[in-house]
């Protein structure tokens, strides 16, 4: 199975995989399952940290690279789908992963309970 985690739980997973569900945990240690890491997600951290909204190790970026993470790309037919996307979910950040994880058909691992009123298949992280 394809999963996309969420930026929360991409965080949990590098430094606080306590903080996950369960069913997440085994979701993401199992090496069966492809866990996908989004560069929205490492974007929206990136604007969180510049403007002092999060703090986190200066090696983030490099532990997320060589983690064993599928890194998605954002595309034209996302941001075109971004238009049309009901605003159940105002987050601009979680919107794009919902996209994603619409148009990759991936289960998205969030704790976010906006989310579960989009059209997206979801594990509670």
């Not at 430094?15 to 399952?33: G, H, M, V, W």
């Not at 490099?62 to 105002?90: A, C, D, N, W």
Request: glycine share 4%; proline share 4%; net charge negative.
């Amino acid at each position: 199975m394809k999963y996309l985690l969420d930026t929360h739980s991409l965080l949990w997973t590098v430094f606080e995989p306590d903080k996950l569900s369960p069913k997440a945990q085994e979701i993401i240690l199992d090496r069966d399952n492809i866990i996908c890491v989004s560069l929205i997600s490492l974007w929206e951290i990136s604007i969180k940290q510049n403007i002092g909204r999060l703090d986190i190790p200066e090696e983030f970026f490099k532990i997320v690279k060589e983690g064993g993470f599928e890194m998605l790309h954002l595309t034209v037919s996302q941001i075109e789908q971004y238009r049309t996307l009901p605003l159940h979910h105002r987050d601009p950040f979680d919107r794009m992963l919902i996209i994603q994880a619409q148009q990759q058909k991936l289960i998205l691992i969030t704790r976010d309970s906006e989310i579960g009123n989009c059209d997206v298949e979801m594990v509670k992280a």
